[in-house]
């Protein structure tokens, strides 16, 4: 059994997978592009890619790795995998959804987001865990119905909520 073994997420992606990196790159501080490698002839048919095209890009996005495949329109992604970012301040929120979500990404609910390429991530403020952590709480039920309405989360909203004071109509 190895003594050290390392664990990275692989993301599939149908020719995206540098391009994808470089954007992950932007949006996360201390974050890099490691290693590329490229395909050769073989196993072209397996793979059908042109030789010299890239095959992986390694990557790390504030110590977390990742490689990025590009193998081909087989897969796609899907939200029974995403990614969390657990935020400090609403201006982390709004910084990594807004990032997160240009060039043609999607809102969804609860701080849930699509980016471009159809990854799916988390922007959730620290505090919301502690929020949550008593289910059987008056302060946890409304802080959940007030997550349950929102799709860019809203610290302020959500402390409202959980103090038992009125909420606004939100993001």
Not at 16 to 32: C, D, G, L, R, T
Not at 130 to 152: C, I, N, P, V
Not at 154 to 159: K, N, R, V
Request: aromatic residues 12%.
């Amino acid at each position: 059994m190895p003594s050290n073994p390392q664990i990275r997420t692989c993301l599939w992606f149908d020719g995206q997978a540098e391009e994808a990196a470089h954007f992950y790159v932007e949006v996360f501080k201390n974050s890099k592009i490691s290693r590329l490698t490229r395909y050769s002839e073989v196993g072209f048919e397996t793979h059908h890619r042109p030789p010299g095209s890239l095959m992986t890009v390694d990557f790390e996005l504030d110590g977390a790795r990742f490689t990025g495949l590009n193998g081909g329109p087989d897969f796609k992604f899907s939200e029974a995998v995403s990614f969390e970012i657990f935020c400090d301040t609403q201006e982390e929120i709004d910084y990594y959804w807004d990032k997160l979500i240009a060039g043609g990404g999607q809102p969804s609910v609860c701080g849930w987001l699509k980016d471009k390429y159809g990854v799916s991530w988390q922007v959730v403020p620290r505090k919301l865990m502690d929020m949550l952590a008593d289910e059987k709480s008056e302060k946890s039920k409304r802080a959940m119905a007030a997550m349950l309405q929102m799709k860019k989360l809203d610290i302020a909203q959500l402390e409202r909520a959980y103090n038992g004071q009125p909420v606004t109509a939100g993001r």
